[in-house]
């Protein structure tokens, strides 16, 4: 009933070879995603399957079921088809899409994943396969089949340069096509008017040749095919629509009224199947949905045998796949129960959007009060508050002895700001026994909260630490304490506690794969990014985000468009900012987030200040004054702040400092305070008694928040007080680094090439991955960017074989891995633009040649040249043995050679003992050069070694005796000798 097969379907007979698509599929080598998109009869599966049989690439072959809608299954299918081409298969993964990219990028081969029938993916499982298709290295794709991807963000996908689809057009039979497969099955007809009439739809045409009428109906075409079954069988046939692969054994399994030898028959009447290798056969899905409509007319027996199957599946742990079965055959109170269970299960992993999904496949009017509470907590996590206010309100008292109830109460008086009534909800829901362990910590979590918000902070310390240690919750319930101890600590300014904890919860949030607490963790991690001024790297995370969300939904979406203001606005960006906070407020109505609306337009009411509109700015703080939030602390710290700056643009000094004095470390954004503090010594500056000590406590702040960069946020309105820094010269040098684009240190990669071949990254040693890696690597530091094909051309000496572009791809993905380790590089280190590869611009790079170049072009003093020749440690690229490396290598050794004859003769003169060195290098580099040995002893002879000078024109006689038939140099040696 539930086998999912991973290997590759076998031909059908008759099959056609798609010999132009499976070209096109070779030309797509540089594309990480092929996707086709088509209604059923298009001939996907087969297109899949021939290309997976046939292709000199190795492919894990993987069909999709409706459980793979459920993250952790789809998980595990991957692995189970991904295993054999895995360094280290047993090894466990975190977080199977995030490392399984890292683990397929240390393969030494490349790899296609085919995925049929991804329309069962639900977007929390394309959430998840675009994090694998983004860690996907070098040479890998993805190939996927299905009706639609609505899931997967293609156009994104596409406008990158990442994705191919193909559609119904291109995978539709050509008229060559549709003539040649007719031909081959004996068809009688005109097959110019049958591709005309079906438009070259395959299963049409499929149908077609096996004695069907030339109709255009695509369900009349697939019953014309059934006349050939016997009346028995044609009968009965509709009871094996139930399942999922057709066998003989699977349908006595079932209990199907099938005669002995149905299946025979099936294929033989030409019914499109497609054999596995189990023996079993995967029906068309036009097939299916015949036999499916044509079964529900018999709903008693429909009913039966979907329950049948429904049991089955559940008993072999395949729950969504038995909930569809039990709704299709309206057996409602397994369906709810089953239903539940699924919620549940969701609910303890924060996968909100499908627990709603599973409830509301449910009919409203079957569900239970703990059914409908199970929806309302979906909802309210999903964005739909005002459904969630009207599934609670005709709820039974017995409803009141669920906790669940008042956790749903206690999401919603915390959006609303209610701190109080949050307190008294949590304790009434914490108060009722045997409730789960994931509400539990969800109600204790809002308890504490609530607590601290009351002012209660160390009470709602201490329940955060029992959370950490409530061992029933697991890792929910720490994720819980922590991101409580973590918000404590941002609160009275404890960076380093808090960037610990905050890399804690991501580290947990990934181990347990819980992506709701990892959206929250990523958003926590790009707002301290932006405090840190590291906003190149906040903008990377938040779009890695948003793709989460995108997927996940949910009230994180208010929290990502803030945030995104706040970034914008830390580059300077007001009007896009503005657009940010204008779409965070829409979203906040649209969750009930009243509490973060105040917030939200604090935000929007600094950009307008900074886009010069004082009168909206003013208008948007009294819209915050007037939300739920107005209460809080960190409300009043945050309103003071932007109270200040509205003061200080509108010249009302006094006013601005009386604001300004009230910002503490309670305000909503960690940089209020040291720009509060900022603003109130240029109010000094401006009137004349600044003191350096209001300078050191502003450092002292930066020091705690760990970054200057808030400064840059106020540059305009600090003009004064750094005039006056400078003029003092008080904190200059620290002073003049701050700006909105300070530059960091580009890495140093360095490549010693001559000898054998070292790779650091600042000093670090990179291992070098395969014999060409680093090769490779060399050939793109000295060229610049190119091409695969220029790279195959230079590293195989013109050979063209595709096996060589297979294993460049392979090298340059290795080697990407191993200098992004050993750098630990935020930058992938060789970008290609779908033209060329090259060495990323974000390195410095040096090579150790380079000095012998430098050396040799441009007049240098001896200790120059001496340095260049120590650089020199042996021939360039000694391993390498193609033409390009060996061309170069002579080069640099007749340049070595030239440059120690040069500065054995300039140090002559003066220093004969170093020009000795000098000529004794030389003879190292080539022992047939004549001049080195007249050099080597004339410098000799001059330092008083009249000795070492013969030991010299002993050698010569040696290795240049019988090159010398006129004795010149014999004479010229033995002159000297005498001299």
């Known amino acids: ?31 990480r995603l092929i996707a086709l998109i088509a209604p059923s009869g298009y001939g996907k599966s087969t297109l899949l399957a021939q290309w997976t049989r046939r292709c ?10 409706p459980d793979d809608a459920d993250p952790r299954t789809f998980a595990a299918s991957l692995l189970r088809a991904l295993s054999t081409y895995l360094p280290n298969p047993a090894r466990p993964l975190s977080d199977p899409f995030l490392e399984l990219g890292s683990r397929l990028d240390q393969a030494e081969l490349n790899l296609d994943l085919v995925l049929d029938r991804a329309e069962y993916l639900s977007p929390e499982s394309s959430a998840c396969l675009e994090r694998l298709l983004e860690n996907l290295g070098e040479g890998h794709r993805v190939l996927l089949a299905g009706y639609s991807l609505e899931h997967i963000a293609l156009p994104r996908l596409l406008a990158e340069g990442t994705a191919r689809v193909i559609g119904p057009a291109q995978l539709a039979f050509t008229s060559c096509e549709t003539h040649a ?73 079932l209990g199907c009224a099938l005669p002995r030898g149905w299946l025979a028959q099936v294929r033989r009447a030409g019914i499109p199947l497609t054999p596995l290798s189990d023996g079993s056969f995967q029906p068309h ?190 890792l929910t319930a720490q994720l819980a304490g922590l991101t409580l101890l973590q918000g404590l600590h941002a609160r009275r300014g404890e960076w380093t506690e808090h960037d610990h904890l905050l890399e ?101 009411a600094e950009t307008q200040l900074r886009l010069g509109n004082l009168e909206a700015a003013q208008e948007s703080l009294l819209l915050a004054q007037a939300t739920p939030a107005a209460g809080a602390r960190w409300f009043q710290h945050a309103l003071n702040f932007v109270s200040g700056l509205l003061a200080l643009e509108a010249d009302r000094a006094e006013r601005a400092a009386e604001h300004l004095r009230q910002v503490g470390h309670a305000s909503s954004d960690p940089t209020h305070r040291p720009r509060a503090q900022a603003l109130l010594a240029e109010l000094d500056a401006r009137a004349g008694h600044l003191e350096r000590a209001s300078l050191q406590g502003i450092f002292a702040e930066l020091d705690r928040l760990g970054s200057d960069f808030a400064l840059t946020l106020d540059r305009p309105q600090l003009s004064r007080l750094l005039q006056l820094c400078a003029q003092r010269d008080w904190y200059v040098a620290r002073l003049s680094g701050i700006g909105p684009h300070t530059a960091l240190r580009a890495p140093l990669l360095h490549l010693r090439t001559l000898g054998s071949l070292e790779v650091s990254i600042d000093g670090v040693p990179v291992r070098l991955p395969l014999a060409k890696g680093g090769e490779l690597l060399a050939w793109l530091a000295l060229h610049g960017q190119a091409s695969r094909e220029q790279l195959v051309n230079a590293l195989w000496d013109g ?10 791809r392979v090298a340059i993905r290795r080697l990407r891995v191993a200098l992004s380790a050993a750098g630990q590089l935020d930058f992938n280190p060789l970008p290609f633009d779908g033209h060329s590869y090259r060495i990323a611009p974000q390195f410095r790079v040096t090579l150790d040649l380079e000095a012998l170049r430098a050396a040799e072009q441009t007049p240098q003093q001896p200790e120059a040249l001496e340095a260049a020749l120590k650089a020199y440690r042996g021939p360039f690229l000694p391993e ?100």
């Not at 010999?19 to 797509?28: E, I, N, S």
């Not at 979906?378 to 969630?388: E, H, I």
């Not at 440059?899 to 003066?910: C, I, K, M």
């Open 504 to 604: 804690r919860r991501l580290e947990l949030s990934e181990q347990a794969g819980l992506r709701h607490a990892w959206v929250h963790a990523r958003i926590d991690r790009i707002a301290r990014c932006r405090v840190l001024g590291r906003l190149d790297e906040a903008a990377r995370l938040w779009e890695a985000a948003r793709q989460a969300v995108e997927q996940t939904g949910g009230a994180s979406e208010v929290f990502l468009h803030e945030l995104r203001g706040e970034l914008q606005l830390a580059q300077h960006r007001p009007q896009e900012a503005l657009e940010a906070f204008q779409h965070a407020s829409e979203l906040c109505q649209h969750f009930g987030h009243h509490r973060i609306l105040g917030r939200v337009l604090l935000g929007r």
């Open 181 to 253: 497969y007719l031909e081959a099955r004996g068809y009688e007809g005109d097959p110019v008017a049958l591709h005309t009439a079906l438009e070259g739809w395959p299963a049409g045409v499929a149908l077609a040749a096996s004695g069907a009428a030339p109709v255009v109906t695509l369900t009349d075409l697939v019953r014309l095919a059934f006349r050939e079954l016997s009346p028995e069988l044609r009968a009965t046939l509709c009871e094996a629509s139930v399942l999922p692969l057709w066998s003989e054994a699977a349908a006595r399994e």
């Open 799 to 808: 050979c063209n074989a595709t096996r060589h572009h297979e294993y460049c």
């Open 285 to 474: 899905q036009l097939v299916v949905q015949t036999l499916q409509l044509e079964l529900a007319e018999r709903p008693e027996r429909a009913s039966e045998l979907h329950s049948r199957a429904a049991r089955l599946l559940e008993a072999q742990g395949s729950a969504l796949s038995a909930l569809e079965h039990y709704l299709r055959a309206r057996n409602w109170p397994e369906a709810l129960r089953l239903a539940c269970a699924l919620a549940e299960d969701f609910e303890a992993r924060s996968e909100y959007r499908l627990m709603r999904q599973v409830l509301e496949s449910v009919p409203p009017e079957q569900l239970t009060p703990t059914a409908r509470l199970l929806q309302a907590h979906a909802l309210v996590q999903t964005g739909g508050t005002p459904r969630t206010v009207a599934l609670l309100d005709p709820l039974p008292a017995s409803a009141r002895s669920d906790a669940r109830l008042w956790l749903v109460q206690c999401i919603l008086a915390a959006r609303r700001g209610q701190s109080a009534a949050l307190l008294e909800l949590a304790q009434q829901g914490l108060a009722l026994p045997g409730s789960p362990p994931h509400i539990v910590s969800a109600l204790q979590l809002y308890q504490a909260s609530a607590l601290v918000d009351c002012g209660h902070e160390e009470q709602g310390a201490a329940l955060a630490r029992e959370l950490i240690g409530y061992a029933a919750g697991g």
């Open 56 to 65: 000199e690439r190795h492919c894990a072959w993987l069909p999709l079921r």
């Open 880 to 979: 390498a043995e193609t033409e390009w490396a060996e061309v170069l290598r002579s080069q640099l050794e007749a340049s070595a050679l030239r440059l120690a004859l040069h500065l054995g003769d300039s140090l002559l003169p003066s220093d004969p003992r170093r020009a000795a060195a000098a000529f004794e290098r030389a003879l190292a580099l080539d022992p047939l050069t004549a001049e080195a040995y007249l050099g080597l002893c004339r410098a000799h002879l001059q330092s008083g070694n009249r000795l070492a000078a013969r030991a010299v024109h002993d050698e010569y006689r040696r290795h240049l005796g019988w090159d010398d038939p006129r004795g010149d140099l014999e004479r010229a040696l033995l002159e000297l000798l005498r001299s």
């Open 1 to 31: 009933m539930n086998s999912q097969q991973t290997v590759v379907p076998k031909p059908r007979p008759a099959e056609l070879s798609r010999d132009r698509l499976l070209r096109l599929f070779g030309a797509c080598a540089d594309t």
